[in-house]
């Protein structure tokens, strides 16, 4: 069974720049959804070079892996153009990483994508359910939209499904791409 989702809205993405930063576990199912993901971001006109696609090991490390992806752009954009020696010493050594090997600009919205599958331990739930409070804390921290693109889900069969695989189901990934350009939109023109 699958639940209505929101009614479509057309948003032009033309002048965002979104990351996604998704973890390796279930790296067969991480696949779809992050191409889902971004290939909503370019048909509303998201350019590539403004799509940051970053990686983290598991989902557990998705919101410091969001957290410090956003610090950095930011400190980034601060200095409009090359980083001043001041932001290279606040600097940690992910974010001079990110300083170093990303197109400049703040991130305007990020997508956040994981795959738990529950297995015979607690594990699924501890790291489902930290995982998504921290996106959720880096967000309203931060200001910037963060998209739960995290499936929690009994098996490899309806994780498949979800990320629209076999052509079954329907692809996850799509969904959160047109909200991260919804919500980016939203953000510049709400402020
Ligand atoms: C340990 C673990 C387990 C059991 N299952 C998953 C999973 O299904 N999906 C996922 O994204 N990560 C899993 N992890 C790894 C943790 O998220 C984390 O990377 C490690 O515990 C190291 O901190």
Same mark, same amino acid.
């Given at each position: ?33 992050? *191409?889902?993901?971004?290939?909503? @971001? %370019? #048909? =509303? ?9 970053? /990686?983290?090991? &598991? ?22 153009? *090359?980083?001043?020696?001041?932001? @290279? %010493? #606040? =600097? ?9 090997? /990303?197109?400049? &600009? ?28 921290? @996106? ?56």
């Amino acid at each position: 069974m699958y639940l209505k989702g929101p009614s479509p809205q057309h948003h032009d993405g033309s002048g965002l720049r979104v990351a996604i930063v998704h973890a390796r576990w279930n790296e067969s199912i991480i696949e779809p959804l992050v *191409a889902g993901a971004k290939e909503k @971001l %370019l #048909a =509303a006109g998201v350019k590539e070079s403004n799509i940051v696609v970053q /990686s983290c090991p &598991g989902s557990w490390e998705l919101p410091i892996a969001v957290q410090r992806l956003i610090s950095a752009s930011q400190i980034q954009s601060n200095t409009s153009g *090359a980083p001043s020696a001041t932001d @290279l %010493l #606040a =600097a940690s050594t992910s974010d001079l990483t990110s300083l170093t090997n /990303s197109s400049s &600009g703040p991130f305007d919205a990020v997508i956040a994508v994981g795959v738990l599958i529950k297995g015979e331990t607690m594990h699924f739930e501890y790291i489902a359910d930290a995982a998504v409070h921290g @996106l959720m804390r880096v967000q309203l921290d931060t200001g910037i939209p963060v998209i739960l693109g995290i499936l929690t889900v009994l098996n490899e069969e309806q994780a498949k499904a979800r990320a629209g695989i076999d052509g079954k189901g329907h692809n996850h990934g799509e969904d959160w791409g047109t909200a991260a350009v919804e919500m980016g939109v939203k953000r510049q023109e709400w402020g």
